[in-house]
């Protein structure tokens, strides 16, 4: 692994990983160097004939304006940088993506922090960490990831999503990046823009 995860608070092993967010590819460039101590200066590239996904039915398809809008001048930079484009989609992706990701997220999160918790010997138990979270995220946790939760996938639904709808998934984006040649998906990170510290989606309308 480039980057290390120890220290990372986990949801679930499957789905986590660690990387930057940032304005510029030099200011990753900056971080990797930090994080990984190297002292080589990554090369410059052309962007000239590089095949790029955009998968619009599913990553484009609820953006808040500001990000569509952000998006579209970051596509159009691509383009002016000779970049090809290259729309399409991928079938069933966003049932797959439902049934293999929020299952597995729900049923590990609580023993992936409690793990967490104990291994760094933090004196903080699952119980004692809800109780000092903040209002929204004990509202998400009782709608999600609690044992009773609202809206908690059955255990079948989980053991289903680790040995047949993540396996699916996997598939179909080797599928898709075989048949379109693709070297990437472009897409945004997020589909509204960062909220202040203390904001909520839900009450905000978003």
């Known amino acids: ?3 290390p995860v120890d ?3 986990p949801l679930t ?10 304005r510029s590819v030099g200011d990753l ?3 990797d ?9 990554p090369a410059r590239g052309s962007l000239r004939g590089v095949r790029l996904g955009v998968i619009r039915d599913f990553f484009y398809a609820t953006l808040d304006p500001e990000v569509e809008r952000i998006m579209e001048s970051a596509l159009q930079r691509l383009r002016d940088a000779g970049a090809q484009l290259v729309e ?7 049932t797959l993506w439902a049934t293999a990701t929020f299952p597995i997220i729900q049923h590990e999160t609580r023993p992936s922090i409690t793990g967490y918790l104990a291994k760094y010997d933090t004196g903080v138990s699952w119980d004692a960490l809800l109780e000092q979270a903040s209002d929204d995220l004990k509202r998400d946790f009782g709608l ?17 999503a680790r040995t047949i709808h993540r396996p699916a998934l996997q598939n ?3 599928r898709y990046f075989r048949e379109s040649g693709v070297s990437a998906i472009v897409h945004p990170a997020t589909m509204i823009p960062a909220l202040p510290i203390g904001g909520d989606a839900l009450n905000s309308g978003e």
Do not use: K, Q
């Open 1 to 3: 692994t480039r980057w």
């Open 7 to 9: 220290g990372v608070a």
């Open 13 to 22: 092993t499957v789905f986590d990983t660690v990387g930057p967010h940032a």
């Open 29 to 31: 460039a900056l971080f």
């Open 33 to 41: 160097a930090v994080v990984t101590g190297s002292t080589t200066s």
């Open 88 to 94: 399409g989609s991928i079938p069933e992706l966003e």
């Open 144 to 160: 999600f990831v609690l044992d009773d939760a609202t809206y908690r996938a059955p255990r079948e639904a989980y053991e289903e």
């Open 172 to 174: 179909a984006f080797r």
